[in-house]
């Protein structure tokens, strides 16, 4: 499709210095908490957007965030991307802190975001060459060589450029718009891209062909993803590791397979039996979980799900499960369903004292 | 140019849509204006009105400041005085001409420098936001308290009478209003996404400004610019009237209109012809303005 033979100049992409064991993305207790003006008389209130939330993404892995809207998954993103200033915790990037060895300006080259709405993060005014070749030039390329990356990039993400280069925003569709927005992304030479509900705004076909398109770039381009969404069939397909979000907290994590076939976390199964079935004789017939989501403003004390959670128990009240090893294989679930001798009813019995 | 809807569910569609030459946002507005008959027609009025205001003196116009006793209130189309004689025996059509030109410099030059200050306030205050937008827009609103034909008197009635100081009331009395639709605007497109994502890929706060707010921002403060011509224009002529603004015997529409008031009844026609070129002039901008609107709004 492309017949540019001479090679095109991309920025140089962030140097990998730890080395593949070295993880890309080290999140350590990130907080951020919305203060809420309540009434005259009433104290102050804070919503809990992301409340105390560890994690970490390997070198070429793609790592899945899901949860219900609301849960701070779109929040973490936007704290990632510094987009947002966090209240508390350290995000560090290939082994370098943010701010410290790392300055915000090198970090927006290493690490890019793909927004959901595919038409509100396109400026109408330029054509869709001109968006693309803004991130370059802002990190010093020339106008002329941004241009040629521009177009380079737009048959990179499935674009014919001389169909789309001089095109406006509002006169494309939306999966295509979404290719100029991966292409965007692209187009700093990241390594690391945080696609925030990226491919949920497009219908199933299109949605599809998105992913895999994504799945051809991360190749092509050695990429990693953070991929946030709340639709959990599109995560099992393309996250190798994924985290399951719940108010705020992160209440299990692990690989998606393991996740998936042996949920620890009571939130977790709910939220897998909410999936409707493709097979008529498997229809879900009971609500997994009821209620709403209590308010992030004035969240339960313990463990946050114990309000709709079928087990909860006087001990989930009291104070909060920590995020818990259960396997080797980096399974880990806050409940104390699933930590040993916790004194939950439904707990494994404690294994000898290994310490 | 036909767009053709494109839906991209295969390959093919993808591909489908037809290449299109680089046309600039500002051309295609300009073409859209091209198509609309009002628009272009007040054009064409408003250019007439301003290029024989510019070009009075080589028109071969009587002498404006020339009264002549005996030929006081002469009807239109009396031989030698196309649109007849004021009340003190001067010609009509060459003070009519000539008043243009500093009705249309009291009628526009505060608006442009209301669009200028406002404009670059509204941007501030709605960019930065916080404690800045509280300090800029409660200030504005001190403004706003008062009815703008009030204010600019006031303001004028202070600063006292003369063409310069109702430019500087007039523009007191607009910069408000702009800072307020400016700052509306720039919250509004601050945040979008693509400001978001243009913070993302490291833009400073001046570039992202330059690149993706001014031109999303402009466009509707312009026409709203645009519109608030005719205003000035009669609250500029409103001044006049009143002694505040031109001082005789320089001819501006507002005070011609007063000095001709008291022979409304000798000879009412004279007497409207600088009403109905107030009248010409605003409704002129005001319907260029509601053009400009419609073809910039380049989704339809």
Redesign the interface.
Known sequence: MNDISAPVDMLEPIEDRGGAAQPLLQVNGLTKHFPVRGDLFSRRKTVRAVDDVSFSIAKGETVGIVGESGCGKSTTARLLMHLMTRDSGEIIYDGMQVGRALSLRELRRGMQMVFQDSYASLNPRLTIEESIAFGPKVHGMTDAASRVLARELLGKVGLRPENFANRYPHEISGGQRQRVNIARALALSPRLVILDEAVSALDKSVEAQVLNLLVDLKREFGLTYLFISHDLNVVRYISDRVLVMYLGEVVELGPVDRVWDAPAHPYTRALLAAMPSSDPDHRTETPPISGDPPNPIDPPAGCRFHTRCPFAEPLCANATPKLTALDRLGHQAACYMAIPGSGHSRAPAKQGDTA | MS?SP????S?AA??A???????G?WATVGRRLLRDKVSVACALILALIFLSALAAPWLGLADPYQGSMIRRLRHIGTAGYPLGTDELGRDMLARLIYGGRLSLIVGILPVILAFGIGTSLGLIAGYVGGKINTAIMRTVDVFYAFPSVLLAIAISGALGAGIVNSIVSLTIVFVPQITRIAESVTTGVRN???V????????GPF?IMR??ML??VLGPIFVYATGLISVSMILAAGLSFLGLGTKPPEPEWGLMLNTLRTAIYINPWVAALPGAMIFAVSIGFNLLSDGMRSAMD??N
């Open positions: 767009i494109t839906s991209a569910l390959d993808l591909q849509a037809p290449s299109s030459k680089a046309r946002y979008m996404d693509f978001e994502a243009a913070r993302a890929s490291g833009a570039t690149v993706h031109g999303n380049i989704r």
